[in-house]
């Protein structure tokens, strides 16, 4: 930890998190002549990119729209390897953010927020940390991400297990020796398809065990050469546009046309056309429809599981990665590369958890229903508490001394995933009811929130005023509105982390604005232009 830290001087500004969002968020208030704090329990800028680095991480949104827009330097300077960064060019990414603009002086690494609360008299926050510091500052910004809080499931004997046990977004930085060994990996979803797919070729015997089959679309990653990276920052000013005015972040366009207004034979060449893609352009870049109408579910769901079929040798294990109990993209759809083939190789098993659950850990292995499988090392690709769980690792106090963790168990609010009522001069970036929480291409909406984020803390400066908490009234009218267009869809209605499905006794409700991106962006406008109508402001 640096002098500044030690000696803690009131600040502007504390931001949790030195991932994509608390990175921009630091930059952008210091732009403002603020005094910024960034804390983070890892000892290296990244976020999801410092902890998530098990075999295969990498992400599904392409390298030119899964990037910093606030610096023409740094667009024209950094130069991507291919479509796809895998872990190591992500964190190096950062990495060298941080260094370019000279944003660790004002980062403590290896520091977590236990709790936080909130001073009426004053109108500050006093934020404590793990090292025990008090932090006195005028704004909280979380800049947590949606997915940080691993979700290990309370499996029965998981501490006896004499292997090695690991979660996927606790991975050991110096890694995991898994050649020659046997290994289970639990969990079908984006990050388990990755880790199947990359292990299976160097592991002794690798069991892999299915709750929900999970669809995915064949990725296509080709590496950049100067060429390749010539013509794409020849699109930059298009694609900087663009992004802004998609549904979900990306720079594709949806269909205009309603789906079944197109002849089936031109609905199939369209469908082929978007599979050949390499991307989630059948998903998110297509037709919007997939999310609202069962019939256009069912015959994209229907295509898509013919694709997966065709690819599986053994047509009884092609039924067990089928999935047939959701429609295509109401979850996450990840991408893949060898996922289904993996299960060709003689050395891969599938475990149907639906057909045998499992009973527990034990010393050797794991036990199902169909008896005990012995491994040497266990991969809990089990996912996370979205969207709520960084929030309530925190004991965050409001104004009365309210508990976020109280109120959230009660019923999750908050307005536009930006502020809380009874939370004064908190800002919260991907937070629930925010197409940032899950329902966008991250890097797009987590860059709007943090610039909505720095007017709003800018036009506070600017006329005198020192605290902003939106009203009673404009978050219910917020998650009315949120619930009215949710209801809609068949996503609302899946079991997922979109839903808080994926976690026991979590309310059951969609995290994730779902009106598009475009909307959301001018519903924040809005507020803006009609100088924060329904907040307070003193
Ligand atoms: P996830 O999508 O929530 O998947 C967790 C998996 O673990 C599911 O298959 C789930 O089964 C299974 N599981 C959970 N608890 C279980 C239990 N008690 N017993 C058996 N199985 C259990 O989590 P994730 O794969 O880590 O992905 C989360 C999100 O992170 C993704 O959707 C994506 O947004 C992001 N991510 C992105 C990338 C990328 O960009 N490439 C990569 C990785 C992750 P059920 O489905 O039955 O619950």
């Known amino acids: 930890m640096n002098d500044a830290a030690k000696t803690n001087p009131p600040l502007d500004a504390v931001i949790i998190g030195a991932g994509f969002t608390g990175l921009y968020q630091l930059w952008s208030l210091r732009k403002l002549g603020l005094r910024v704090r960034v804390v983070d329990a890892a000892a290296g800028v990244g976020g999801t990119w410092y902890w998530n680095c098990y075999p295969g991480a990498r992400t599904d949104s392409p390298s030119n729209i899964y990037q910093y827009w606030f610096s023409d330097e740094l667009l024209e300077e950094w130069n991507w390897q291919q479509r796809y960064p895998d872990q190591a060019e992500s964190e190096r990414y950062f990495n060298h953010v941080a260094d370019r603009f000279d944003l660790r002086k004002d980062i403590s690494f290896n520091t977590r ?110 590496r950049y050469n100067d060429a390749d990276r010539t013509a794409i920052r020849a699109q930059y000013p ?131 229903s169909a008896g005990e499988i012995e491994l040497d090392v266990i991969i809990l690709a089990t996912g996370f508490d979205a969207g709520t769980g960084g929030f309530l690792a ?54 709007h929130q943090v610039q909505w984020i720095t007017e709003t803390i800018d036009y506070l400066r600017k006329h005198g005023r020192a605290v902003i908490e939106p009203t009673a009234e404009t978050e219910q009218r917020w998650l009315t509105q949120h619930d009215e267009m949710a209801n809609q869809t068949l996503v609302a209605k899946t079991k997922s982390w979109y839903t808080g499905g994926n976690v026991e006794g979590k309310h059951f409700r969609l995290l994730s604005y779902i009106g598009g991106l475009p909307a959301y962006i001018e519903a924040c406008d809005q507020v803006k232009q009609k100088d924060y109508e329904g907040f307070e402001v003193a």
Request: hydrophobic residues 40%; proline residues 6%; contains cysteine.
């Open 238 to 368: 298009e694609t900087r546009k663009a992004i802004w005015t998609t549904f979900a972040g990306f720079d594709q366009q949806s269909q205009t046309r309603a789906y079944f207004s197109i002849p089936a034979e031109e609905r199939r060449e369209i469908l082929e056309t978007l599979w050949a893609d390499g991307t989630l352009k059948i998903w998110v870049g297509a037709f919007n429809e997939i999310f609202f109408d069962p019939a256009v579910s069912d015959e994209i769901s229907e295509f898509v599981r013919e694709k997966i079929r065709a690819r599986i040798v053994d047509p009884k294990v092609a039924e067990k990665l089928l999935p047939k109990d959701h429609g295509f993209g109401t979850r996450r759809v990840p991408l893949e590369n060898g996922y289904f083939t993996s299960f060709n190789r003689p050395n891969v098993d599938l475990v149907d958890l639906h057909a045998t659950p499992i009973e527990c850990i034990t010393e050797r292995g794991i036990r199902t």
């Open 394 to 447: 925190m004991d965050i106090r409001g104004r009365n001394g309210v508990s976020l963790r109280e109120e959230w168990k009660k019923e999750v609010r908050t307005t536009m995933g930006l502020q809380i009522h009874g939370f004064p001069n908190l800002f919260t970036t991907s937070a629930p009811y925010a197409p940032a929480a899950a329902f966008c291409n991250a890097p797009t909406c987590l860059q």
């Open 113 to 222: 927020v236990d709790a936080m609360s909130w001073d009426d008299a004053t109108s500050r926050w006093n934020v404590k940390t793990n090292t025990g510091e008090t932090l006195n500052t005028q704004f909280v910004i979380t800049a947590l991400g949606p997915l940080s809080a691993p979700l290990v499931p309370p499996f029965k004997g998981h501490e006896t297990f004499k292997g090695r046990l690991v979660h996927t977004a606790r991975w050991p930085r110096e890694g995991v020796d898994l050649k020659g060994k046997r290994v289970g990996v639990i969990g079908t979803g984006a990050t388990g398809i990755q880790v199947v797919q990359t292990i299976a070729p160097e592991v002794e015997r690798l069991t892999v065990f299915q709750r929900t089959a999970n669809y995915a679309v064949p990725m296509i990653n080709p």
